[in-house]
């Protein structure tokens, strides 16, 4: 009786995650998402969103804008785009997640705190950008930037996004 019981469990647990995957709504988690992180300074285009193990989001086809000037806007796309979640947080008001994204000659790695409305949630992101990166170039000839760094193009540039997503802070 025991062992048929534990049976059943088991069938339906698996049956509920294998239903999970197949009919989660990656396409429309994505387009929520991409309207609901705009902000002035950057805009994030997302085409979907795949559930993957364990309690990992990952993101298909994600592009980057960052700038307001039409001139000076840097699009990044990077390769990969994931977001680990806390599992303990799901019950949480304040969800905990963490970042990992790599693009070409660069990364993006830290953690955000979701919490409603979306554009109160905190943000604190390192970003990397290596010397060889086409990016970088860019970035150099930013008066923000020049000012700021002596040796962009020889050491690359570390800098960090903090704050809410209606009003962060970039730092070098």
């Given at each position: 009786?025991?062992?048929?019981?534990?049976?059943?469990?088991?069938?339906?647990?698996?049956?509920?995650?294998?239903?999970?995957?197949?009919?989660?709504?990656?396409?429309?988690?994505?387009?929520?998402?991409?309207?609901?992180?705009?902000?002035?300074?950057?805009?994030?285009?997302?085409?979907?969103?795949?559930?993957?193990?364990?309690?990992?989001?990952?993101?298909?086809?994600?592009?980057?804008?960052?700038?307001?000037?039409?001139?000076?806007?840097?699009?990044?796309?990077?390769?990969?785009?994931?977001?680990?979640?806390?599992p303990i947080s799901i019950f949480k008001?304040?969800?905990?997640?963490?970042?990992?994204?790599?693009?070409?000659?660069?990364?993006?790695?830290?953690?955000?705190?979701?919490?409603?409305?979306?554009?109160?949630?905190?943000?604190?992101?390192?970003?990397?950008?290596?010397?060889?990166?086409?990016?970088?170039?860019?970035?150099?000839?930013?008066?923000?930037?020049?000012?700021?760094?002596?040796?962009?193009?020889?050491?690359?540039?570390?800098?960090?996004?903090?704050?809410?997503?209606?009003?962060?802070?970039?730092?070098?």
């Open positions: 009786m025991l062992r048929s019981i534990l049976l059943y469990t088991l069938f339906f647990t698996a049956a509920v995650i294998i239903f999970i995957f197949l009919l989660f709504p990656g396409t429309k988690i994505a387009q929520h998402l991409s309207s609901a992180l705009k902000n002035q300074n950057w805009n994030l285009s997302i085409d979907n969103v795949k559930l993957a193990l364990p309690f990992k989001l990952k993101f298909e086809n994600t592009k980057f804008s960052i700038g307001q000037n039409i001139n000076q806007v840097t699009k990044i796309t990077p390769q990969s785009f994931e977001i680990i979640l806390d008001d304040k969800k905990q997640m963490k970042i990992q994204s790599y693009f070409d000659h660069g990364s993006i790695k830290g953690q955000i705190e979701l919490v409603f409305p979306v554009q109160k949630s905190s943000l604190d992101l390192t970003c990397i950008i290596l010397p060889e990166s086409p990016y970088i170039k860019k970035l150099a000839n930013m008066a923000d930037i020049k000012s700021t760094t002596d040796n962009i193009q020889k050491n690359g540039l570390t800098f960090t996004i903090k704050g809410s997503l209606e009003n962060s802070t970039i730092g070098i």
